[in-house]
């Protein structure tokens, strides 16, 4: 009994889970979810916790495509297959899907201390150390990758692109606001944090410290070069999608409404924030497709368009 005991103490906390744990990561479990969607459940010794992933897979000798959610990692509103024709869009390309639920309020990146809300964020290490490889190897891909995000995860993608030289072949930012080391930036940053109760603090420092300079993919972007680019971004007006018959809107007022004013307001400021990364690729002679849309919002709908829009990029920059 003593030693069926300390074996349970042992999975509960004391050994195998603790925080300072170091178990290699590795994937734990793998569940088909109908035709070729699997959810994927990988164990990160960087994080000591698992994430889920949902995957799109067309077999073995196919590239990936990671698509990073918005500020609520996926877990609130939905992940991109609840919210966009994503599942039925890639189920006949020959390319991995993959989509991390979770990092909600996180940047997707690594925090300099552990968060009272949020726990321990890693989440770099993660998406670039820990998880391709053990893709790659559990479901024959054949090592060439592209990331795209959306809100905060755009900022996100093109950091990761950043900082893992030669990982992802191209990058994709949909609505993102792509500056970090500006006192406004920064303001909004730590808002959109606000919003799940995390301190921003924890993840890059006051204002002044290094570490928002460092992520800014304006500061860098010289280090995109050779990476295909996409980026998009509405100006807030009313466009396409906020007609009152369009499926997202669906006849019903207060959502109209509610996409108009914050959505409408979000978006003109993320096209204020994309513009400044556009002129600096352009300055240095880095080809990007830029797509600043005469209209749009900031809705799931665009991101959707965007997907569909920059496919074509993807794939080329995939070889598929």
């Not at 164990?43 to 992933?53: C, E, F, H, K, V």
Request: one cysteine or more.
């Amino acid at each position: 009994m003593r030693q069926l005991l300390c074996c349970v103490l042992v999975l509960l906390g004391c050994g195998v889970l603790a925080p300072d744990a170091r178990a290699e990561a590795g994937i734990l479990d793998v569940r088909s979810l109908g035709g070729r969607q699997l959810e994927v459940v990988v164990y990160s010794a960087a994080m000591n916790r698992p994430i889920t992933l949902w995957m799109s897979h067309p077999g073995a000798g196919a590239p990936a495509l990671y698509l990073l959610n918005a500020v609520d990692g996926g877990e609130n509103g939905g992940p991109w297959m609840r919210r966009t024709d994503v599942a039925g869009f890639f189920a006949d390309k020959p390319v991995n899907v993959i989509v991390p639920i979770g990092g909600r309020a996180s940047m997707y990146t690594d925090w300099q201390r552990d968060d009272a809300m949020l726990g321990r964020n890693r989440w770099a290490t993660f998406l670039t150390g820990e998880l391709p490889p053990l893709l790659n190897a559990r479901f024959g891909m054949t090592g060439a990758n592209a990331i795209a995000g959306l809100s905060m995860s755009a900022t996100s993608a093109l950091n990761l692109a950043i900082a893992a030289p030669g990982l992802y072949r191209a990058v994709g930012a949909f609505s993102g606001c792509t500056q970090t080391a500006n006192p406004l930036a920064q303001a909004l940053v730590r808002a959109q944090l606000a919003l799940f109760a995390a301190d921003a603090t924890n993840m890059w420092g006051w204002p002044g410290d290094p570490a928002w300079a460092a992520n800014d993919p304006v500061v860098h972007a010289e280090r995109l070069r050779g990476t295909a680019i996409y980026l998009s971004t509405g100006n807030g007006l009313p466009g396409e999608h906020e007609a009152f018959n369009d499926p997202s809107i669906a006849g019903n007022l207060g959502v109209l409404v509610d996409r108009l004013l914050v959505g409408g307001t979000m978006e003109a400021v993320a096209g204020s924030c994309t513009g400044p990364l556009a002129a600096r690729l352009s300055q240095l002679g880095i080809p990007a497709d830029v797509r600043f849309r005469a209209a749009g919002t900031h809705a799931w709908p665009y991101w959707q368009d965007d997907v569909h829009d920059s496919w074509p990029m993807f794939a080329a920059a995939l070889g598929v």
